[in-house]
């Protein structure tokens, strides 16, 4: 584990993915290039920021699920389990450079204030 900003963050993907898979909606960090799409622009210099984002499962469906890290309308992509995936579930995190604060309390929505 290493810090972001003053929190405790983590990588372990496995551990991720269950938490996800049990309903839990993750609080975490994403590392990209702000400036992405202008690359092969004569101009373009490289803008690497770290945001905080919410990564959650949002749809299961009977052959496949999907994940998705996004924040304030923004998503950073998403990802599904079928076997024509592109990426596997931990190949989808390393890509996003996805660090993940560990859930020391889990409450229902409704109970939460």
């Known amino acids: 584990m290493k810090a972001v900003q003053n929190y405790?963050?983590?990588?372990?993907?496995?551990h991720l993915k269950e938490l996800?898979?049990?309903?839990?909606?993750?609080?975490?960090?994403?590392?990209?290039?702000?400036?992405?799409f202008g690359?092969?622009?004569?101009?373009?210099?490289?803008?690497?920021?770290?945001?905080?984002?919410l990564i959650r499962l949002i749809d299961k469906g009977t052959q496949y699920e999907r994940y998705d890290c996004s924040v304030r309308g923004h998503g950073f992509g998403d990802c599904w389990t079928v076997d024509?995936?592109?990426y596997s579930f931990e190949e989808y995190c390393?890509?996003?450079?996805?660090?993940?604060?560990?859930?020391t309390?889990?409450?229902p929505l409704n109970e939460r204030v």
């Not at 390393?94 to 859930?103: S, T, W």
């Open 94 to 103: 390393e890509h996003l450079q996805l660090q993940y604060i560990e859930p």
């Open 84 to 86: 024509s995936a592109k």
């Open 8 to 14: 405790i963050t983590s990588k372990d993907y496995k």
């Open 105 to 107: 309390k889990i409450q």
């Open 20 to 36: 996800l898979d049990s309903g839990i909606v993750v609080v975490g960090f994403t590392t990209y290039d702000f400036n992405r």
């Open 39 to 53: 690359e092969g622009d004569p101009g373009y210099i490289p803008m690497i920021v770290t945001d905080v984002c």
